[in-house]
């Protein structure tokens, strides 16, 4: 067997081979914009679940935009966007608009440098809204407008329902927020948990998945409702990674447990190694067992009775008295016999 010094040092270099693998691995750099890269999108807002003062009221906003990258200088990305909307409640109420220009972003921190693109129900965003660093490992965080989100997933498969129910590869990210709305709604304190997808490549939006919910007053009176937008894109001019529809409950990243799982795989080669080492340490200080006896039952008693072979009669026993015979060696072969003996019942000498 391998002596413990020999076994310690397989398991360094397996510890050494894991971490210079772990450190090894490229790290992925962020896309840099360029000249062309555009998407175009449709963004779907409802208000619905009214309680109270918005009991039974829904509305509905749909929205179409382009964006587009017209120049890249250094790390300030020239853009333009374009979009056109369309409202409409259950009450006859509806409104249409749309908006485009020009504004410049930056590809180094991803904030709006000069102007913005105009998103309908934001304001005075920092953060753009529609590119991340790709090259963030999940558990990571970045911002979109004034949320903070987190990588949850490098390989998120979703569903486009706005390009025939095709299935991309996505980043998922996740944010959530709290905020006091004042507006034509009246005073709410808004809370909202928010989904977003991005292109692994580019690091564009692919689509987002926006829920909040609304408690406050309406006009002095209380009532409650939900607010969701959903967004995705219809077109690109970057190629998507389309994929197949994934398993039904299957999971979707390992990416981030990477480096848990290969100190795992150590861990367990070490606890392997211990074991094997202490089983083989008993085994050699183990006494060697005794043969085998088999066990073998004592003799059946004799089916006759034991019978005395003295038969006392009717008188007491007599009185026997041993007499003690003194003894001498054998002067041929040293054996201790009676003095009355003329020869030695072992060799035959004579005793005199």
Not at 38 to 57: A, E, K, R
Not at 84 to 96: F, H, I, L, V
Not at 125 to 143: H, I, K, R
Request: net charge neutral; with cysteine; glycine share 8%.
């Amino acid at each position: 067997m391998s002596s413990p010094r020999k076994i310690f040092g397989a398991v360094l270099s397996i510890i050494l081979i894991a971490v210079a693998f772990a450190a090894n691995v490229p790290a992925v750099s962020a896309y840099q914009p360029r000249t062309g890269d555009s998407f175009n999108c449709s963004q779907t807002i409802t208000v619905n679940n009214g309680q109270g003062s918005y009991s039974g009221y829904t509305d509905q906003t749909q929205t179409y935009e382009t964006e587009r990258v017209n120049s890249v200088s250094g790390g300030d990305v020239h853009a333009f966007y374009s979009y056109s909307y369309e409202y409409s409640n259950n009450q006859g109420g509806s409104s249409s608009n749309s908006s485009s220009g020009n504004f410049v972003w930056s590809s180094g921190n991803y904030t709006y440098v000069s102007g913005t693109d105009n998103q309908v129900g934001y304001s005075k965003p920092t953060y753009v809204w529609f590119a991340m660093n790709s090259s963030l490992a999940v558990g990571e965080t970045f911002y979109i407008l004034n949320t903070q989100f987190s990588v949850l997933s490098k390989n998120y498969t979703i569903r486009l329902p706005t390009t025939n129910n095709t299935y991309v590869q996505t980043i998922e990210t996740k944010g959530t927020g709290l905020y006091q709305r004042s507006d034509d709604y009246g005073l709410f304190t808004a809370s909202y948990t928010w989904y977003a997808y991005f292109d692994p490549s580019s690091g564009y939006i692919v689509g987002y998945n926006y829920v909040e919910q609304d408690n406050g007053q309406y006009q002095m009176q209380p009532g409650s409702f939900t607010y969701t937008d959903t967004l995705y894109v219809t077109s690109t001019s970057y190629r998507l990674a389309y994929t197949t529809a994934p398993p039904a409950n299957a999971s979707t990243d390992l990416s981030g447990l990477a480096p848990i799982l290969i100190a795992l795989a150590v861990f367990l080669v070490i606890i392997v190694l211990i074991v094997y080492v202490v089983i083989r340490g008993r085994r050699r200080k183990t006494l060697p067992k005794h043969p085998y006896t088999p066990y073998t039952s004592p003799p059946a008693p004799s089916p006759t009775p034991w019978e005395s072979r003295v038969d006392l009669g009717s008188k007491p026993p007599q009185e026997v008295v041993i007499r003690d015979v003194a003894k001498v060696n054998c002067k041929y072969c040293g054996t201790l016999i009676p003095t009355t003996a003329d020869t030695c019942p072992y060799c035959g000498g004579p005793r005199r």
